[in-house]
Each structure stands twice: as structure tokens, then as C-alpha cells.
């Protein structure tokens, strides 16, 4: 079974900075790109960031281009996401995501439990 | 950007009934939509991606349908485990994707 579990999660103060962590099992990791997708608190979903597999290729969304980054370790299973200069709109549970295939094409087949972010001072 | 607009905002049915959950996209997304169930404290699950098209383990009793800017989740017959938040999600000119605001189906 697909396993995917987040870590890294906590209180950061605006301006801060926190690395997220999710290691992978129960796959080829390497074979498939990763993605991270956030709920703000009693809100809806918003993608964040995905890699390919080969963690050549990143895509970030607008809202948190030149503040956050993707990247892999596919010798330990494991995906980051670097989070610098947070916001309080980047409060949110964060989730571990695997996609259908290699390349990063939006189809988001199994979930992590997520890692709460709250950004405060 | 591609904006989903989901309805009903909410959908009050009771066990053994049919459900019909809608998403318009604002512009074309040919047919890469995709559906997702969340329940309460857990993580989303994916139920459809390319409009109709059933993830792996998901019941017959969920099916997908439309192209374009129309779409629709179809759940045949309520069980009562089916009762949660749904989005859609499309992945047209990806990425960026976006998702809807999501349909809360709740017990009648």
C-alpha cells in the first residue's frame, strides 16, 4: 500500500523560514512526480508545488513562487518543500501528494495525513 | 486562471438516493477534470480524473461525466459512508490546476 507521511509542520513567525519533509513507501518513488496541495483552515484545497520524478522539472504556484521550493531525494523516498517568508495566508494543513505518472500533470492518486503550518508571531 | 464553480453548495439526501453534483469551469477544460471525497479529519481521496474515468478501489456507484466547461459526479446510491466534502479539480494547460469550493453532502 501507498504510504505517505508528512513531517516538518509547526509554528513559524512571519518572515520565518521551515522545511516540510514526506517520505515515501509502498511505490517506485522515483517513478512518479510529487506534489504538495494545502487547506487553510475550514477552507478548500489550493495546489502548492509539484516535482517530476527525476526532480529535474518544479512548478509552483503564483501565490508562493519565489518564496517556497520543491525538491526530492530519491535515494531516501523523500520529498521537501522549503517555505521562506511566510504569510499568515500560508497557514494551512499541508499534504504529501503522489501523481498518476513521471511528469507532473495534475492527477493527484494518493494523500499524506498532512502537516499543519500556522504562521504567527 | 480557470475558475470551477461547484453546485449545489450543499446537498441534503438520505441513504439509497441518487446524487448529482455539478462543476462548471469558466472556460474549456477539454476533458481533465478530476473529483475528490473528503471526510471529516481525513485526507482528500480521488475518485474520477479525466472526467469519467473511476480511480482504482472506487465503487461502481460513482460516475463521472461531461467535457468542456460542464461536469458531473454521479453517486447511484447513497451509502452512508458516501456523505463528505467533494471538489473537482481540473488540470487544463497544467499547471497551474485549481479546485472548485467544493459540494458538502450531508444526511437528510
Known amino acids: 500500500d501507498v504510504q505517505l507521511v508528512e513531517s516538518g509542520g509547526g509554528l513559524v513567525p512571519p518572515g520565518g523560514s521551515l522545511r516540510l519533509s514526506c517520505t515515501a513507501s509502498?511505490?517506485?518513488?522515483?517513478?512518479?512526480?510529487m506534489s504538495w496541495v494545502r487547506q487553510a483552515p475550514g477552507k478548500g484545497l489550493e495546489w502548492v508545488s509539484s516535482?517530476?520524478?527525476?526532480?529535474?522539472?518544479?512548478y509552483h504556484a503564483d501565490s508562493v513562487k519565489g518564496r517556497f521550493a520543491i525538491s526530492r531525494d530519491n535515494s531516501r523516498n523523500t520529498v521537501f518543500l522549503q517555505i521562506n517568508s511566510p504569510g499568515a495566508v500560508d497557514t494551512a494543513l499541508y499534504y504529501c501528494?503522489?501523481?498518476?505518472?513521471?511528469?507532473?500533470?495534475?492527477?493527484?492518486?494518493?494523500w499524506g495525513q498532512g502537516t499543519l503550518v500556522t504562521v504567527s508571531s | 486562471e480557470i475558475v470551477l464553480t461547484q453546485s449545489p453548495a450543499t446537498l441534503s439526501l438520505s441513504p439509497g438516493e441518487r446524487a448529482t453534483l455539478s462543476c462548471r469551469a469558466s472556460?474549456?477544460?477539454?476533458?481533465?477534470l478530476a473529483w475528490y471525497q473528503q471526510k471529516p479529519g481525513q485526507a482528500p481521496r480521488l475518485l474520477i480524473f479525466?472526467?469519467?474515468n473511476r480511480a482504482t478501489g472506487i465503487p461502481a456507484r460513482f460516475s463521472g461525466s461531461g467535457s468542456g466547461t460542464d461536469f458531473t459526479l454521479t453517486i447511484s446510491s447513497l451509502e452512508p459512508e458516501d456523505f463528505a466534502v467533494y471538489y473537482c479539480?481540473?488540470?487544463?494547460?497544467?499547471?497551474?490546476?485549481?479546485f472548485g469550493q467544493g459540494t458538502r453532502l450531508d444526511i437528510k
Open positions: 472556460q474549456s477544460v477539454s476533458s481533465y
Open positions: 516535482i517530476s520524478g527525476g526532480g529535474v522539472s518544479t
Open positions: 509502498g511505490f517506485t518513488f522515483s517513478n512518479h512526480a
Open positions: 501528494v503522489k501523481e498518476q505518472t513521471l511528469y507532473s500533470h495534475g492527477v493527484f492518486d494518493s
Open positions: 479525466d472526467a469519467s
Open positions: 479539480q481540473q488540470r487544463s494547460n497544467w499547471p497551474p490546476g485549481t
